[in-house]
């Protein structure tokens, strides 16, 4: 299993750069729900913002798609319903990542330490060839 793994990733590479540019590329329609949500808690009505959201959604979508930038958290921050909410604060990374951390805390508590330690005690068993 560990030989599959290697095979998989040899040669990864990540590229902090490019995760948050893609974040910073999604997470403003990620953060439509808090946004929506925040705003409905602050008496707005829930049917018109929806559809603002809705609205310039779907332009920053079609923008994006031409190459342009990502600016749906400015036209909503231009826009009296969603006046006083900051919409930054509701676009923190780490509220989106839901169960991840503990996730890989217990993948690799779990599936991974009990491969390495089967792997070092493999490493320590010599092996005899006979022809």
């Not at 793994?5 to 910073?24: C, D, K, M, Q, T």
């Not at 990542?97 to 991974?112: H, M, S």
Request: proline content about 5%; charged content about 25%.
């Amino acid at each position: 299993m560990l030989r599959l793994y290697l095979n998989v990733v040899n040669g990864l590479v990540v590229h902090p750069e490019v995760i948050a540019r893609n974040v910073s590329l999604e997470l403003p329609f990620m953060a439509t729900e808090a946004i929506l949500m925040q705003a409905v808690q602050r008496g707005a009505d829930r049917q018109e913002a929806h559809e603002v959201i809705r609205r310039h959604s779907h332009e920053v979508a079609a923008e994006l798609k031409r190459g342009g930038s990502n600016d749906l958290l400015g036209r909503l921050s231009l826009e009296p319903i969603f006046a006083g909410l900051d919409l930054s604060s509701l676009c923190e990374p780490r509220e989106f990542v839901g169960r991840a951390p503990e996730q890989v805390t217990e993948f690799l508590a779990e599936v991974v330490a009990p491969l390495v330690e089967e792997a070092r005690t493999t490493a320590t068993q010599h092996a005899e060839i006979h022809v």
